[in-house]
């Protein structure tokens, strides 16, 4: 019989990523970013709990996806486990990746032809959604590529998103993308990015899938549909991130944590998935900006309560508002998230807090950037700094100082009372932690 | 035909580099730094637009070289993509180096003989210029070492600065430097860094080329004039930083940016040249105090207006203050500087200034010293921090933080608006930028 405590009290971790929080001054506000403007007393009352910093997803000035943000700021190496996004896509939305098969995120996008180019307008086409997104994803759903060598298959994920997988013999996940990432930009031709046949092969099978859809949607009766009444046309598919199947080490044996995950979007399910959390569901969460935030702080504490020690909580409206360029709607999100952190303003001493962003998605640009993220760590006892507000300017000042996403896990650990010595464990490169009693092997005596 | 413009504004990049900058407190002025004793309301203003930090160029307490520095600094390995010193004098000279040439950066100095030493008075022989430098150069200009085997080419180029090719058969830069870099030591010998047979020849060569100089120059007319006068002599050569050719990648195959510089001294050419940096003149620039720093700027502006990306600005005289151990000197330096930024104050919002040292010189010390050196991103729209003046106390608060000089180029590259995703490049170790689009291939439609 083992016993079921230490004298050591070693936290429970909820650990909140608010996508694309950190931002830069708004012409619409006078200067001042959207988590100065808003009016947030439950973010400044955890703050003032404990300590406020800054982290750089990646590094100083590199902008990160989502994807590799979280990996890193989860304690994962992108350079060996990372296996492109499209692989975390497909797995978050339940599809089966295969072994050779070469998958990636999709964008039904909208472009103009200029001569021989195609220039794209909107990479969202305008975020279609619901029938108009089924409409178009059905009629790409399937296609012959290479005279039948390759078979491409898309699914519709949400709003404008979607996932293509290829099949077939020799693919490899070694090509551009065909999304410019700009908009202005034309649509470009995918590049093998090493000089080996299977990479050669799969561009073109990319190439063919998207010189179709583009055949086949340009014409597309929802598309006329959508622009006779002023809407943007879904005539193009923008596929990034190609990827492969990778598996990589849970997240329990990287940090000895029962851990769990609420998500909506397949990315960050995927991610969590990848990791052998356990993904918990809550109702009216939707990715958007409508999704119900206290749902997730409440199931979150649940599963804290009921054996798990780390809950991953991910809340997309705020990238999503930064995304539309739309400052003020993302202050109204701030402030809703705002109200439904109550629940966990009265922490008990046994839990810990991590909320911050996975990136910084400046309104102004509309896209992610490489600018330092707000940063925090709240509970009862640990040490505070003199912050008292959160936002980018005073976490410029905050005892967490300014550190890299690879770091928290470590700050997370040390703090929830769980980090071991360094050098007390095999590889010492990795970040040592406190086992679980159920992982140690008792020295039996006869 | 290829769209011009994205909706994405990319700024134009000013990267303004006042050599030795950083300094420690003088008690000249009660303590203060240069910067905090000089009035210096451009550099102020600047800063209140932007942000302020500090970089350490190679790492916390590494006293770096100027070329080290900057070469780091502009996103260069120093590992890998260091040629050594004496190559880039070499190529800012305009000298042509050739594969097997050893080469190195030489100044005239004055020694005293000591028994069997030479004991080094002053690095630069008073600052030696004019003719007198040209007949110490001549005496010494070609010279027959190891029996014919090996040939030495000296030429002056600023002041005491000269720069030495030896040119021969299995010679590598694999020596020590003869400087030995602090005045009341020895003039050194050489020594081989590697068991190397060539690196052997290359010292002994070297060796005799120093003691020949010694033997030629002290007593040669121009030096005995100048004793007589009061002046100290330039009898000996001291090279370092031996160098052989090496090819890096340019500017534009780094970042993708158009580049153009403007710097006076042979070094700071050289790293330009190399890079494949188009170099500009500016009337009345000279490397030194009296130097045109409204021109530099005034040139810098309409390189930019005209089509390039990127403009490097170096101005050494802030450096060469700081050596002469004269702080009074640096802050009239300083204050002269900050007039000439007056075009500068209001630039357009597709402008982005970056304004840091290389180094820290300081006054104190009359040499390079490992401290951090104050840095400021300043322009319309970007994250600002309420330091408000800029100083070496100023900014450890600001909103920069604490940077490493290789985490420069991303920062501005993030601030400029041309930082691309990690992950959609094809080595993603490397730090993705926005492709011009003459760099992309669009997707073609038959």
């Given at each position: ?46 703050a ?61 996008g ?11 307008k ?18 790409v ?113 990287k ?122 760590i709240?509970?009862?006892?640990i ?9 980018e ?12 996403g ?14 071991l ?17 159920s992982?140690?092997v ?5």
């Open positions: 019989m083992l016993p079921n405590k230490t004298t050591l009290m070693q936290r429970k971790i909820m650990f909140i990523i608010l996508d694309g929080l950190g931002d830069r001054p708004c012409k619409e506000f006078n200067g001042l970013t959207p988590l100065q403007k808003a009016d947030l007393p439950s973010f400044d009352l955890l003032a709990k404990g300590m406020i910093g800054r982290h750089y997803p990646l590094g100083p000035g590199i902008p990160p996806g989502s994807d590799t943000a979280q990996l890193s700021m989860l304690g994962y190496d992108i350079r060996t486990e990372y296996p492109g996004r499209g692989y975390f896509e497909a797995l978050g939305w339940g599809l089966k990746v295969e072994n050779g098969d070469v998958v990636f995120r999709a964008n039904f909208t472009v103009e032809r200029e001569g021989k180019n195609l220039i794209v909107d990479r969202r086409a305008g975020r279609i959604s619901g029938k108009d997104a089924e409409s178009v994803a059905s009629a759903a399937e296609m012959d590529l290479l005279n039948g060598e390759v078979k491409a298959f898309l699914r519709h994920t949400l709003e404008h998103r979607g996932i293509l997988i290829l099949k077939g013999l020799d693919l490899k996940p070694e090509v551009t993308d065909v999304d410019p990432h700009e908009v202005g930009y034309p649509v470009l031709e995918p590049q093998p990015l090493t000089p080996s046949p299977s990479a050669k092969k799969t561009a073109l099978a990319l190439k063919e899938f998207v010189l179709k859809s583009y055949k086949i949607l340009k014409d597309l009766e929802v598309n006329i549909e959508r622009e006779r009444s002023g809407l943007l046309p879904a005539n193009i598919v923008l596929p990034r991130g190609a990827a492969s199947k990778l598996l990589i080490p849970s997240f329990k044996e940090w000895g944590l029962e851990s769990a995950a609420i998500a909506v979007g397949p990315l960050y399910r995927g991610i969590a998935k990848s990791m052998g959390m356990r993904l918990l569901e809550v109702e009216g969460a939707t990715g958007m900006p409508n999704s119900n935030f206290r749902g997730k702080i409440e199931v979150g504490l649940s599963a804290l309560d009921s054996g798990f020690d780390f809950v991953f909580v991910h809340i997309k409206a705020t990238d999503v508002a930064s995304h539309m360029k739309d400052p003020k709607l993302k202050v109204e999100i701030l402030e809703r998230i705002d109200g439904a952190l109550e629940p966990i303003l009265d922490l008990p001493e046994d839990y810990l807090l991590l909320l911050t962003g996975d990136h910084s998605t400046p309104c102004s640009l509309g896209k992610h950037s490489g600018d330092p993220v707000p940063l925090m709240s509970g009862k006892d040490p505070r700094d003199d912050a008292g507000r959160f936002d300017l005073r976490c410029i000042k905050g005892g967490l100082g300014t550190v890299l690879r770091d928290i896990m470590r700050l997370v650990l040390n703090y929830s009372n769980r980090a010595e360094y050098g007390l464990k095999p590889k010492p490169e990795e970040i040592p932690y406190i086992p679980r009693l992982q140690l008792p020295l039996s005596i006869s």
